[in-house]
């Protein structure tokens, strides 16, 4: 849990993902952090559009959390939000999410190299108490959960990347855990050849400037 800003209320992160993670430390949103309990990196897309496949990603990880008990009665108590969040990469018509292993890392950084993508990250806010209600009520009655869906997408333009670039990156392993098979931040510093319109959150897995004044607004 980090200090955060006294207007935002306390989130219980369902995700594993560091970036996420500085993220929320960064726009002063409390919280506290567990693993969902689940691995989506075999999923496949299927015929989804990419904001409903990454909203319902997302929700699947915030109920998945709920469900599998992976936060303490204590912090259930406390927090008014768990938080689902997932992000993908849209090039062309083709939806690309987290790399399995070194070979698609490969192919996801050859695909994306001197050209245009687009990020779309969703996130979904679900209340824990009532969503803890919902699982348990029986068909007959009108569960009162509440969930906020919120989607964002951003633009990036890669230019060409050089043989010994693409080589060393797949050798450093950095490319593990990563929708694309990168993160913004840590190429920029790099020295990659990198443009982006959009919110910079929103492509390293978070869109903090929709998220922020969001979860201030809903308390």
């Known amino acids: 849990m980090t200090p955060g800003s ?7 992160l369902a995700s594993r993902s560091p970036r996420r993670r500085e993220l929320l430390d960064a726009a002063g949103v409390p ?15 299927g015929v989804a559009p990419p904001e409903h496949y990454a909203a319902g990603l997302a929700y699947l990880k915030a109920d998945a959390a709920i469900r599998r008990n992976v936060f303490a009665a204590q912090e259930i108590a406390r ?18 999410g987290t790399p399995r292993d070194e070979a698609d890392a490969e192919r996801i950084i050859r695909l994306l190299s001197d050209g245009v993508h687009e990020v779309v ?6 209340r824990p108490v009532t969503a803890s209600a919902h699982v348990g009520a029986s068909s007959g009655e009108t569960a009162p959960a ?15 990347l050089g043989e010994a670039q693409i080589r060393e990156y797949l050798a450093s392993g950095l ?5 694309g098979a990168y993160n913004l931040a840590e190429r920029l510093k790099a020295g990659w050849p990198i443009e982006y319109q959009g ?6 897995g978070l ?11 809903l308390g």
Do not use: E, F, N
Not at 121 to 126: D, K, N
Not at 207 to 217: C, E, F, G, I, S
């Open 31 to 45: 919280y506290i952090a567990r693993h969902p309990g689940i691995d989506d990196t075999m999923l496949q897309a």
């Open 121 to 126: 990250t969703g996130v979904a806010l679900v």
């Open 79 to 96: 927090a008014a939000w768990v938080l689902g969040a997932d992000t993908a990469v849209v090039k062309g018509s083709r939806l690309i």
């Open 175 to 179: 490319w593990q855990g990563k929708a």
């Open 199 to 204: 919110d910079p959150g929103t492509i390293m």
């Open 207 to 217: 869109p903090t400037r929709k998220l922020v004044p969001l979860l201030t607004r």
């Open 146 to 160: 509440r969930r906020v869906l919120l989607v964002d997408r951003a633009r990036v333009r890669v230019g060409a």
């Open 6 to 12: 006294a207007s935002a209320p306390l989130v219980l």
